[in-house]
T-cell receptor
Framework: DGGITQSPKYLFRKEGQNVTLSCEQNLNHDAMYWYRQDPGQGLRLIYYSQIVNDFQKGDIAEGYSVSREKKESFPLTVTSAQKNPTAFYLC????????????FGEGSWLTVV | DQQVKQNSPSLSVQEGRISILNCDYTNSMFDYFLWYKKYPAEGPTFLISISSIKDKNEDGRFTVFLNKSAKHLSLHIVPSQPGDSAVYFCAASSYNDYKLSFGAGTTVTVRA
C-alpha cells in the first residue's frame, strides 16, 4: 500500500539530547513537509522540501534540522536548542502537479523528560 | 499572524442533524481551500477542497461553501454521524504554493 510512514510513534527524550524522527513515503511525491501540533493549536510548519537536496524553513524552524537526500525520505532532527520540543509531529507530502492537497502520515509523539 | 482562523474551538451536534463549521481567512492571495479531519493521535485525513473559481463543492455528506468577498468558507456535514466526532482543520494556500496555512481546528462532538 502507498503511504507515508513515520517512526517511531512514541519517543521519549532527555533534555539536552538530539532526536531524529523518520518519515518515508512511497507515493512518489515531490514535496515533503514537517508540521508540529500542540494541544489546542493548529498545525505549524517547521520545514518543507520541494525537491531532493533542497529544503526551506517554515514558520517555526528554530531548533530543528532536516535533510532530503532521497525523494522518499525527509528526516527531522529535534535538537537540544528547541525550547519546547514536547509535541505531536506530523510528516506530510504532496505531488507537485496536483494542486495543493497534502497527505499526512500518522504522526510521532515526542516527550521530553 | 494567523492567516486562517477558526473561531469556534468546539461544536456539539445531535446525531442526524447538520454540523456547520466556519473558517475565515485574511490573505486575499489564497485561492485553494481544504478541510481535514483528525482523530486523536492520528494524522489528519483530507476531506474536501474547493478552488476560488467555485462557490460550492459537494462530496457525499460533506459540502464546502466559499464566499470570496467575505473571505469566509464553511463545511456542512449532513447528516452528522458519531464517527464524525473529530477535530476539523481548515487550510488555505495560493495555487501551486507549496505551503498550506492551517486554522486552529474545531472539535466536533456528535451526540447520540
Amino acid at each position: 500500500d502507498g503511504g507515508i510512514t513515520q517512526s517511531p510513534k512514541y519517543l521519549f527524550r532527555k533534555e539536552g539530547q538530539n532526536v531524529t524522527l523518520s518519515c518515508e513515503q512511497n507515493l512518489n511525491h515531490d514535496a515533503m513537509y514537517w508540521y508540529r501540533q500542540d494541544p489546542g493549536q493548529g498545525l505549524r510548519l517547521i520545514y518543507y522540501s520541494q525537491i531532493v537536496n533542497d529544503f526551506q524553513k517554515g514558520d517555526i524552524a528554530e531548533g530543528y534540522s532536516v535533510s532530503r537526500e532521497k525523494k522518499e525520505s525527509f528526516p527531522l532532527t529535534v535538537t537540544s536548542a528547541q525550547k519546547n520540543p514536547t509535541a505531536f509531529y506530523l510528516c506530510a507530502s504532496k505531488t507537485g502537479t496536483s494542486g495543493n492537497t497534502i497527505y499526512f502520515g500518522e504522526g510521532s509523539w515526542l516527550t521530553v523528560v | 499572524d494567523q492567516q486562517v482562523k477558526q473561531n469556534s474551538p468546539s461544536l456539539s451536534v445531535q446525531e442526524g442533524r447538520i454540523s456547520i463549521l466556519n473558517c475565515d481567512y485574511t490573505n486575499s492571495m489564497f485561492d485553494y481551500f481544504l478541510w481535514y479531519k483528525k482523530y486523536p493521535a492520528e494524522g489528519p485525513t483530507f476531506l474536501i477542497s474547493i478552488s476560488s473559481i467555485k462557490d460550492k463543492n459537494e462530496d457525499g455528506r460533506f459540502t464546502v461553501f466559499l464566499n470570496k468577498s467575505a473571505k469566509h468558507l464553511s463545511l456542512h456535514i449532513v447528516p452528522s454521524q458519531p464517527g464524525d466526532s473529530a477535530v476539523y482543520f481548515c487550510a488555505a494556500s495560493s495555487y501551486n504554493d507549496y505551503k498550506l496555512s492551517f486554522g486552529a481546528g474545531t472539535t466536533v462532538t456528535v451526540r447520540a
